[in-house]
């Protein structure tokens, strides 16, 4: 019996040192620009598991951003956290992150395509299980994952998390074939009442698949603890939409890949 009792914390204590969140670090390109990810997966499994690509904030690549592709990892997700400044750049500085998100987002086309990039060392990985890919976003993000479903990126879903929300173009009416899920603080200055209804009525006029939620009294960057670090009015967390849109967008991920 005292063999079986120590063979038993062996096993416990080897799969413990196993079944750990394992991160590796990637540099790919876009045309000229050079930019590096993150990838994070659950090593407590060799399967294929579904592919969720992070797009982060406009101040960069930061550790929030690689803390939630963490934390899909820790859901038993393989997670990307895609780069789309390139050059390493991260800022608090409001002004310098409009300029460079303005450097992406000027040409929609371009914009898509930078997305793409960071997608694809997603959909290569051999983690990942084949045509089980979504994207989620935080605002500029949310923004380059709503852009993704215009351009009907080889997803299942995508959900914005406090993003901006740019209208469908009508090109695209017909065409989105990924979900879309909105999770939108209701008390968000940086999206003005009309904008968020040109927004609703463009995805109706596409005929897309869509669902956009409301927090009522809830401001920009919602999600993230550590936003008032940044000094903007119209930046602040609020711990139940935080979770809230957490849940959510597990059980939109449940409904999408059950198929």
Same mark, same amino acid.
């Given at each position: 019996? *005292? ?12 799969t413990?040192?196993q079944?750990?969140?394992q ?9 000229g ?5 993150h990838l994070y997966w659950?090593?407590?499994? $060799?399967?294929?598991?579904p592919? #969720?690509? #992070? ?9 929030y951003?690689?803390?939630?592709a ?10 990307f ?5 390139g ?17 992406? $987002?000027v040409?929609?086309?371009l ?7 960071g ?12 045509g ?7 605002c500029?993000? /949310? /923004? ?6 215009y &351009?009907?990126?080889?997803?299942? &879903? #995508?959900?914005s998390f ?6 469908? *173009?009508e090109?695209?009416w017909?065409k989105? &074939? *990924? ?10 200055t ?13 995805l109706?006029?596409? =005929?897309?698949?869509w669902?956009?939620?409301?927090y ?9 603890p550590?936003? /008032?670090?940044? &000094? ?9 939409? =935080? ?17």
């Amino acid at each position: 019996m *005292p063999k079986l009792i120590s063979l038993l914390c062996l096993l416990a204590i080897t799969t413990s040192v196993q079944a750990e969140i394992q991160t590796k670090t990637i540099a790919y390109k876009d045309e000229g620009t050079a930019l590096t990810g993150h990838l994070y997966w659950d090593d407590a499994t $060799t399967d294929p598991r579904p592919g #969720v690509l #992070v797009v982060h904030e406009w101040w960069g690549l930061n550790e929030y951003a690689t803390q939630r592709a963490r934390m899909l990892a820790e859901l038993g997700y393989v997670a990307f956290a895609a780069d789309m400044y390139g050059g390493d750049r991260v800022t608090k500085d409001a002004e310098q992150a409009g300029e460079w998100m303005q450097e992406v $987002t000027v040409d929609p086309e371009l914009w898509r395509q930078r997305a793409a990039a960071g997608l694809h060392q997603l959909e290569t990985s051999a983690l990942v299980a084949s045509g089980k890919l979504a994207a989620i976003g935080y605002c500029f993000g /949310g /923004g380059t994952v709503l852009q993704m479903a215009y &351009g009907n990126a080889p997803l299942k &879903g #995508v959900v914005s998390f406090h993003g901006s929300l740019p209208a469908a *173009p009508e090109e695209f009416w017909g065409k989105i &074939g *990924p979900r879309i899920l909105v999770l939108h603080g209701q008390a968000d200055t940086f999206v003005a009442p009309e904008v968020a209804a040109n927004f609703r009525t463009k995805l109706e006029a596409a =005929d897309a698949n869509w669902e956009m939620d409301l927090y009522g009294g809830v401001r920009h960057s919602f999600t993230n603890p550590k936003v /008032g670090e940044y &000094g903007i009015e119209n930046l602040k967390y609020d711990a139940q939409a =935080d979770a809230r849109s957490w849940t959510r967008m597990q059980a939109f991920f449940d409904e999408i890949f059950a198929d």
